[in-house]
């Protein structure tokens, strides 16, 4: 097969690697079969190009469906996170045994940069997203180095950069109690804590060392542990690893007020001045993914985040995670 780099607008350079990896296949006639070889005998590269380059995007692959999809990310040999077994806030309808649909907040839904399920004890090292269907306009899926983002911290903020890395960050979440789709924080406490009864959440929180509530509609306010908002990579980089902008900017539904969903692990309120110039700071070290119907990125969890840009007409992006 005849895969070569890609060089396309909005690419950038960060610690010394490009920002992300464009993969290109340039045979038109390749089958399913030749991909699923190709990225067998190349899946140590990837894992290798990840950490360094934050995230790759493949394209021009024969990948039409969720199910084109999966061989594509069983190749690569990975170990499977499954939705079910994620404490994921967002509501998602699954097509496979390892695939199962972005998040499925409305089209005029911003969700903004987070790292995949960092706001809960238990997330994965990589995820895959897949095109099935690139909407008709906007849609891209932002990706922001996060390595660059905590050198530009302290820099910039860098009394808010070491009050994150020493006291950590707390989340606060009310869970519906049933599956709400159209929010981008709905899924219902008993698909989270995969529980019927009060009593089995109660346990897994426990277990899992969160403190809760239970509301009069039968929701739950759950608060998470102490978390960390820095992750030392161990090669010398340091990374923004939490969902902190997203809770700040993003956690905000009938359920959820954003001013009261994260704080500092000491208890104490964030910094609204520094958040904001946290945000826009992650705007100058981001890349939005221009999808193509059929392309597969591979994002590192642990250096970069991702997001997702409103969007007009069919968008249809799938997702895989790989456990840590």
């Not at 995007?57 to 499954?82: E, I």
């Not at 001045?273 to 990125?297: M, N, R």
Request: glycine share 6%.
């Amino acid at each position: 097969m005849n895969v070569q780099e890609l060089s396309i607008d909005g690419q950038f350079e960060s610690n010394g690697k490009i920002f992300p990896l464009i993969l290109e296949c340039q045979d038109a006639d390749v089958s399913l079969e030749q991909t699923q070889e190709w990225v067998a005998a190349n899946a140590q590269n990837f894992d290798q190009q990840a950490f360094e380059h934050g995230a790759i995007l493949f394209r021009g692959f024969p990948l039409k469906d969720a199910n084109g999809f999966d061989a594509f990310v069983r190749a690569c040999g990975y170990p499977n996170f499954k939705y079910e077994e994620s404490l994921s806030n967002a509501v998602r309808v699954v097509k496979t045994d390892r695939v199962f649909t972005a998040n499925e907040a409305p089209s005029n839904v911003t969700i903004f940069l987070h790292h995949e399920m960092a706001q809960t004890p238990i997330y994965p090292s990589k995820l895959f997203f897949f095109c099935e269907h690139a909407a008709e306009t906007g849609g891209a899926t932002p990706l922001c180095r996060s390595d660059a983002l905590f050198e530009l911290m302290l820099k910039e903020i860098p009394q808010f950069a070491k009050d994150c890395e020493e006291k950590g960050l707390q989340y606060t979440n009310v869970m519906p109690s049933f599956d709400d789709p159209n929010s981008g924080m709905g899924r219902s406490w008993q698909s989270t804590f995969r529980s019927q009864a009060k009593e089995e959440a109660e346990s897994r929180m426990l277990e899992l060392g969160y403190t809760w509530e239970w509301l009069d509609d039968g929701s739950l306010k759950a608060v998470t542990p102490v978390l960390p908002a820095v992750r030392d990579l161990g090669d010398g980089r340091k990374t923004f690893f939490n969902q902190l902008i997203a809770a700040y900017k993003g956690w905000k539904d009938e359920r959820n007020d954003p001013s009261k969903s994260i704080r500092h692990g000491d208890g104490s309120i964030l910094d609204q001045e520094a958040v904001l110039k946290c945000a826009d700071l992650a705007d100058q070290v981001t890349f939005d993914v221009p999808w193509q119907s059929g392309d597969v990125a591979l994002v590192d969890n642990f250096v970069a985040m991702h997001g997702r840009r409103n969007f007009t007409g069919t968008r249809k992006v799938l997702a895989s995670l790989v456990a840590s």
